[in-house]
């Protein structure tokens, strides 16, 4: 089903109402009365003749019926691309809490395709058989009315607060929320009285009645009671879809799709659910009743000029952000847009590490629409913007606060574009980890960082310093093209032929350039590896670390290795948790590398085993991203671990400002490359460091004492952007370099959340 987003307009006036929904079709199955495959071979059939909704009766006090919520999985888990819903489902038999948990879980395991039809009940001594608390009508209409707040509640997974809800009939102290559904679940409700009517205008998502039920003006004046309500309650009438079950109609289909367009055209229905579990009705009305009666409305529409497309509820658009043009937004985004009242808008507001509130997120999908996305975020020049590829930024903002984001998460393509040379096409918003499982097949892979939820976009236009990094250098090192949008919308190729300036600046400070769209690499062959995970005692940290230090850097370049250490704790000794890849699958190689290192204190634990590149990146945590507030990072290259460098690591450590001490060791194939050769500045040194701190402040205290024995920084790692420090992340030549070609490629400094390259007053 279509969500809904348009621009608010008039509706009409006097007896005519299109609330200007897409037109849409579904049917009508009873979960019982026949074997227990038919509902769902009838399910199959809906969606094998196009209809969009299939939806099934719901009696749980009828003998022999199937439960409907259990053959509503079941379908789901049948068919690809039909939504799925309850007509309607009676809500006394099921707790509001639960049935929220249920329908957001099958909404996320079938890919955002159900809908929640609801009923207040109304068989209420078949309620009472089954055990369900008996009420009257009117105490029906009240608890369905506290139900939506329940369920509403739970979906809300943003909200970090327990739902507490101390109602007349339900009583919730302290629920845990979400998950949150795919989609936009509406909730239709199944009504006849009033009572109910004001209930879906103040609260619902659509109107579900049957049309045999509905007699003389019933139909007119339910939607007008709607309507009412809705408008009373502050909200736009055509928030609310109108639904229909509908019987077979007599005389031809053409008499059929006749008799229907009055409802489409006067009284605003978009979905018409046939009844019945004939498949041949079922079939005469997807394909003689239902393309006649879409192309009549069409014609009715063109020339009453109502206008189509989603609308946005009041209480969305009161969440909207001040300076941003949202009706502004070209028609090519519109669909791409997600705005703080959206449901989908906790998935994407904050990144890995950084807890954001953005004011828009246009989640793109082409290279034309990133040309329009930054065209649109260009027009507001005084407002945030941040460009997101896998969202792991830890100096790039890939969120922030009342700004723009262009996300390129979905722009994730992977493709061998020639075999021979190894050269592979690879989109931003791809995963590290997806990229390995795909290169693996051909015994390929390409160093990136040690983490497979990292995004391509970021690490490839800022270093890449990953597992195979002494062997095969830096990720951008392997970039043979870039295509890239540029600060005016531009898109061009830069590579060692075209754009060289460009190709030089993309690879080491990328995001103050443009947007790439693609990276070209030239990969490796890398068959499986040794992977190493140790933990080693580091009681006497300042000993081991240089131990460590030394080891690395004698070894022969097929070995890596990554270490962390944290805080001290008390009563426990200093653990180093130390990660080793050795880039060959023969064992006594990858011992005689290990070797060294697991006697460099009492082995605590320890892991080898022969595994492929792709299997160690496959370390991804799948979720949301979920970060809150910002993290405090700091970074430094170390040509070696002296005894001044350790003793002051230790040092630092001990202070317990330092949650989180971590050491890349790079040198190897990295210093192959002349320094000049791309914006990566500090080849020469063998260690890449990052601490995180809890406080900015006593970060920083602790950093002081290391710094003396480090020189420049690894931007990726380091969070603090004060303009200066970007004379530690570029050497000068580097820098000014930078500075000469920012000037040309973004003079008005359209890129700006990634170690702005500016010049110092
Ligand atoms: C858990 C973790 C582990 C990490 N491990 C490593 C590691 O081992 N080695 C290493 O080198 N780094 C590592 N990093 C750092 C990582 O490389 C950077 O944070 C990188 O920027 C993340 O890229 P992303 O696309 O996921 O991030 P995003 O947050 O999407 O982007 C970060 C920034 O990159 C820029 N950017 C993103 N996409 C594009 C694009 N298409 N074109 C131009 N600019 C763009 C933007 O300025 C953006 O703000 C790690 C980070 C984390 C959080």
């Given at each position: 089903m279509s969500c809904l987003a348009y621009d608010l307009v008039d509706i009409p006036n006097g007896d005519t109402v299109d609330y200007g929904h897409r037109i849409e079709f579904g049917t009508f199955i009873t979960p019982g009365n026949a074997p227990a495959t038919t509902p769902v071979a009838l399910a199959q059939l809906s969606e094998s003749l196009g209809y969009d909704l299939v939806t099934f009766q719901d009696h749980?006090?009828?003998?022999?019926?199937?439960d409907t919520w259990t053959l509503m999985s079941w379908v789901a888990a049948q068919t690809s691309t039909i939504h799925i819903s309850a007509?309607?489902?009676?809500?006394?038999?099921?707790p509001p809490a639960v049935l929220a948990r249920a329908a957001a879980s099958l909404d996320l395991l079938s890919g955002g395709r159900v809908e929640l039809g609801l009923g207040a009940g109304g068989f209420w001594d078949a309620v009472d058989s089954m055990g369900g608390r008996k009420l009257t009508p009117g105490q029906g209409v009240e608890a369905l009315g506290e139900a939506i707040d329940v369920i509403r509640g739970i979906w809300d997974a943003a909200n970090r607060s327990p739902l507490v809800i101390d109602g007349e009939y339900y009583h919730l102290h302290g629920a845990k929320r979400g998950p949150a559904p795919a989609h936009e679940i509406p909730i239709w409700l199944g009504a006849l009285k009033p009572r109910m009517l004001r209930l879906i205008g103040r609260k619902a998502d659509g109107w579900l009645p049957s049309l045999p039920y509905l007699e003389g003006s019933a139909y007119k004046d339910g939607n007008a009671t709607i309507d009412e309500a809705a408008t009373k309650a502050g909200r736009d009438p055509r928030e609310i879809r109108r639904l229909l079950n509908i019987g077979q109609l007599p005389g031809s289909s053409t008499d059929w799709a006749e008799q229907l367009l009055p409802f489409a055209i006067d009284d605003g229905t978009s979905v018409f659910i046939v009844m019945g579990d004939d498949p041949s009705v079922m079939q005469r009305f997807a394909e003689e009743v239902a393309p006649a009666l879409r192309e009549a409305v069409a014609a009715e529409r063109s020339v009453s000029g109502i206008q189509t497309g989603r609308v946005r509820s009041t209480i969305a658009l009161a969440k909207r952000r001040e300076g941003i043009d949202y009706d502004g937004l070209p028609e090519s985004l519109v669909a791409r847009a997600i705005e703080p009242g959206d449901s989908g808008y906790s998935r994407v507001k904050s990144t890995y590490m950084r807890g954001g509130t953005p004011g828009l997120v246009l989640q793109v999908q082409t290279t034309a629409e990133i040309v329009d996305a930054l065209a649109y975020a260009r027009a507001h020049p005084e407002i945030a913007l941040a460009v997101r590829s896998g969202g792991h930024g830890i100096s790039g903002r890939s969120t922030n606060d009342g700004g723009i984001i262009i996300d390129l998460s979905k722009l994730n393509a992977v493709d061998v574009i020639d075999e021979a040379r190894r050269l592979v096409r690879v989109e931003p918003g791809t995963l590290w980890a997806d990229v390995a499982a795909a290169l693996q097949p051909n015994g390929w892979a390409l160093s990136s960082g040690d983490y497979g939820g990292v995004g391509v976009g970021g690490l490839a236009t800022a270093g890449g310093i990953g597992w195979l990094v002494r062997e095969h250098g830096l990720t951008i090192d392997h970039v043979r093209a870039v295509e890239i949008v540029l600060a005016d919308g531009s898109l061009v190729r830069a590579s060692a032929d075209e754009n060289t300036d460009l190709f030089w600046a993309v690879r080491g400070a990328g995001a103050n350039f443009g947007i790439v769209v693609a990276f070209e690499f030239e990969v490796d062959e890398v068959g499986a590896v040794g992977w190493a995970q140790l933990a080693i005692d580091a009681g006497d940290t300042a000993t081991f670390l240089q131990g460590w230090g030394a080891v690395v850097e004698a070894a022969p370049r097929d070995l890596t290795s990554f270490l962390i250490m944290g805080a001290p704790r008390a009563g426990q000794p200093a653990v180093a948790q130390v990660m080793c890849m050795v880039d060959s699958d023969d064992p006594d190689t990858i011992i005689a590398r290990l070797q060294p290192i697991a006697e460099l204190?009492?082995?605590l634990q320890q892991s080898v085993q022969i595994v492929p590149y792709a299997s160690v990146m496959a370390n991804v945590q799948d979720g949301d991203h979920d970060g809150q507030g910002q993290p405090n990072s700091r970074s430094g290259f170390a040509e070696h671990f002296t005894p001044e460098f350790a003793a002051a690591a230790a040092a630092m450590l001990e202070s317990g400002a330092v949650y989180f001490f971590s050491v890349r060791s790079v040198g190897g194939?990295?210093?192959?490359?002349?320094?000049?050769?791309?914006?990566?500045?500090?080849?020469?040194?063998n260690f890449s460091i990052a601490a995180l701190g809890g406080n900015d402040a006593r970060l920083d205290a602790a950093w002081r004492i290391l710094q003396p024995h480090m020189e420049g920084m690894y931007l990726s790692f380091e969070t603090d952007q004060s303009p200066a420090r970007l004379e530690d992340a570029f050497p000068p030549k580097t820098l000014a370099r930078l500075r000469e070609l920012k000037l040309r490629y973004d003079p008005a400094n359209v890129f700006r959340d990634n170690f702005n390259i500016i010049q110092l007053a």
């Open positions: 749980p006090y009828q003998a022999g019926f199937l007509n309607v489902l009676n809500l006394p038999l099921r204190g009492p082995l194939a990295v210093s192959d490359i002349d320094a000049d050769a791309t914006a990566y500045g500090h080849r020469s040194a």
